[in-house]
T-cell receptor, first 113, second 119 residues
Framework: DAGVIQSPRHEVTEMGQEVTLRCKPI?????LFWYRQTMMRGLELLIY????????DSGMPEDRFSAKMPNASFSTLKIQPSEPRDSAVYFC???????????FGPGTRLTVL | AQKVTQAQTEISVVEKEDVTLDCVYE???????LFWYKQPPSGELVFLIR??????QNEISGRYSWNFQKSTSSFNFTITASQVVDSAVYFC????????????????FGQGTILTVHP
């Protein structure tokens, strides 16, 4: 079975540009999570969905960040406009039931110049 | 608020040594879940173990073992006879219920322990 799929794997963009990160969770999983990893702040949960509905977005840093899950097999994380401090690795993860282990995608390494 | 502390930032051992990674957590909930994840140099996050707050039995899986003690709010991880392939960053994480008590998805990670195993 395919694991969590993220695209792109690497993204380099210039400050002010819109960035869209994509995620396909494992089929049958009802929870989807977006995390950000930086050296300074470690691994932070940004937002998570249950059955396509956002449950907790308290980790979203500011209004420039938005996430959607239009269906059970696809989610996007958008940053508009992007800033250099958004540079990080963004992970998507999914799980079956919220208390079970989360399976992580390979991550998207975002660099904002 | 929930918190996970991994006091050891970096550990360096020689192959075949045993090593214990410490994890201390804070929570006000009686029901919660604890996890360990491994992040090798390739960058992916690999699930190792999950424990719920009602199961204090220690667990052993091959060279890996975990010691969960509610009395000290600790969930420590031991690698026996370490190998070079064990070199990675190891994260401890805690999952609590959301405000409505309907979901346990919110994981709080510790800062991670960088383990380097030298040949």
């Amino acid at each position: 079975d395919a694991g969590v799929i993220q695209s792109p794997r690497h993204e380099v963009t210039e400050m002010g540009q819109e960035v869209t990160l994509r995620c396909k969770p494992i089929s049958g999983h009802d929870y989807l999570f977006w995390y950000r990893q930086t050296m300074m702040r470690g691994l932070e949960l940004l937002i998570y969905f249950n059955n396509n509905v956002p449950i907790d977005d308290s980790g979203m840093p500011e209004d420039r960040f938005s996430a959607k899950m239009p269906n059970a097999s696809f989610s996007t994380l958008k940053i508009q406009p992007s800033e250099p401090r958004d540079s990080a690795v963004y992970f998507c993860a999914s799980s079956f039931r919220g208390f079970n282990e989360q399976f992580f995608g390979p991550g998207t390494r975002l660099t904002v110049l | 608020a929930q918190k996970v502390t991994q006091a050891q930032t970096e550990i360096s051992v020689v192959e075949k040594e045993d090593v214990t990674l410490d994890c201390v957590y804070e929570t006000r909930d009686t029901t919660y879940y604890l996890f360990w994840y491994k992040q090798p140099p390739s960058g992916e996050l690999v699930f190792l173990i999950r424990r719920n707050s009602f199961d204090e039995q220690n667990e052993i899986s091959g060279r890996y073992s975990w010691n969960f003690q509610k009395s000290t709010s600790s969930f420590n991880f031991t690698i026996t006879a370490s190998q070079v392939v064990d070199s990675a960053v190891y994260f401890c994480a805690l999952s609590e219920a959301n405000a409505g008590g309907t979901s346990y998805g919110k994981l709080t990670f510790g800062q991670g322990t960088i383990l380097t195993v030298h040949p």
